[in-house]
T-cell receptor, first 109, second 114 residues
């Protein structure tokens, strides 16, 4: 079956760095997406990886290892506004997204 | 308007009633999707449309129907609502289907079925 695993909740301190891990198992693979979702709002796109390696975009970076079925999202210089849920989604062979349940990130001052 | 709009924002519905959730996009995207989001679960695909005039079933299609008469609109209908359909419903769109295009989401409809 198809499955995405990510931690349910993480806590970090303002100004620090946090890494949110995601493992996936899909029938075929056409890329890995990360979305941010603030409480009561819609998911918004953060990053897309299809090749192995690290993609950096400002304070956010995303890493992919296709051989290990593994990705992580790295958030640097955490700000209070980064408190949100972070959704990992893998695109399968039919180009449909398989979603994880999301990681709720709590930032403490 | 810019992006995707959904209506209503929220709704309380008696079980057995018929309800249509509306979704409109102005980005001229070919593909559109309906998801439901429940606590502790990932987004689950209900129905999708790769282009105007075509629709397909997702992971959880039972009790729902869709139509795609034109590029912009993709309504979702619950023929006879049941309490298990209480959820937050998100409409999304992407430029194309069959490629790794980013999906963009509407603000969601919070539906409660009593």
């Amino acid at each position: 079956g198809q499955n995405i695993d990510q931690p349910t909740e993480m806590t970090a301190t303002e100004g620090a760095i946090v890494q949110i891990n995601c493992t996936y198992q899909t029938s075929g693979f056409n890329g890995l997406f990360w979305y941010q979702q603030h409480a009561g709002e819609a998911p918004t796109f953060l990053s897309y990886n299809v090749l192995d390696g690290l993609e950096e975009k400002g304070r956010f970076s995303s890493f992919l290892s296709r051989s290990k079925g593994y990705s992580y999202l790295l958030l640097k210089e955490l700000q209070m506004k980064d408190s949100a849920s972070y959704l990992c989604a893998a695109m399968d062979s039919n180009y449909q997204l398989i979603w994880g349940a999301g990681t709720k990130l709590i930032i403490k001052p | 308007i810019a992006g995707i709009t959904q209506a209503p924002t929220s709704q309380i519905l008696a079980a057995g009633r018929r309800m249509t959730l509306r979704c409109t996009q102005d980005m001229r995207h070919n593909a559109m999707y309906w998801y439901r989001q429940d606590l502790g679960l990932g987004l689950r695909l209900i129905h999708y449309s790769n282009t105007a005039g075509t629709t397909g079933k997702g992971e959880v299609p039972d009790g729902y129907s869709v139509s795609r008469a034109n590029t912009d609109d993709f309504p979702l209908t619950l023929a006879s609502a049941v309490p298990s359909q209480t959820s937050v419903y998100f409409c999304a769109s992407s430029d194309s289907a069959g490629v790794s295009d980013t999906q963009y989401f509407g603000p969601g409809t919070r539906l409660t079925v009593l």
